[in-house]
């Protein structure tokens, strides 16, 4: 017969297991901190050894960064999906910004659709707690803050739809827009009339979700990208006619 007495699993594995859990779930991220190895232990109901077993075998497989004097920290693993020179090719020709606001679209409508089917209720509190921060973001006018909030409301969406590769090829891309590869986000809240647009957007986006209305959530999103896109298109055509601008002030001094 085929088959073998089944071992019992050592502590360490299952220590393994569980913090791989968290990470692939994205409830443990990139730069997240794990607890001292007392707490961490006791929290598990692992001894120290086991406990010191799993973290070695973690981070010898990249997913976790020890730092003397600070702690055990969540790998910056996101950042292998895409290579320097990719990434550097990106910031530099415009047709990748439109190419990304197509694949957000598709994804994001997919993805909100998914929450929306799917995401639990706890799901749909915490997109719902992130769009209450964005309305008292907009009262302080902090274009950062708004900026912040913006991403962490789309990421959760993505978290909500409850695939994984998914959630980390999508927060592997808003890492690229956070860093300004693609465009400045807080260019779009500079502006009070976007903003308050913006803001109307995302409150149709979290109805959507909060009713449960898949078609509506899709819907919403890619009302929302496409004035995205087309505002910055505007945007670039502006900075183009500025630039024009001034090359014939400058020359109309020399006359």
Known sequence: MPF?????????????????HLILRGVLRPGD???SERELSERMGVSRPSLRDAIADLQARGLLDSRPGSGV??????????????????SQHEDAVFDYLGFRRDMEGLAAERAA?????????VID???????AAQGSRAATDEAELDASFHMAIIEASHNVIMLHMMRS????????????????????TARAVLLDQHRAINAALQARDPLAARS??????DFVETALTEHLKAQRNEAIARQRFEQELLR
């Open 33 to 35: 901190r794990l607890p």
């Open 173 to 192: 891309m808003y890492d690229l827009l956070k860093q300004g590869v693609f465009y400045n986000r807080q260019v779009m809240f500079r502006n009070k």
């Open 73 to 90: 920290f969540v790998a910056e693993v996101l950042g292998s999906a895409f290579s320097p020179a990719l990434v550097a090719l990106f």
């Open 220 to 225: 919403a999103i890619n009302a929302h990208l």
């Open 129 to 135: 707690t992130i769009f209450a921060k964005m309305v």
């Open 117 to 125: 089917q799917m995401g639990s209720d706890t799901d749909l509190k």
């Open 4 to 20: 073998e007495t089944v071992p019992s699993e050592k502590l360490s594995s299952a220590v393994v297991h569980q913090i791989e």
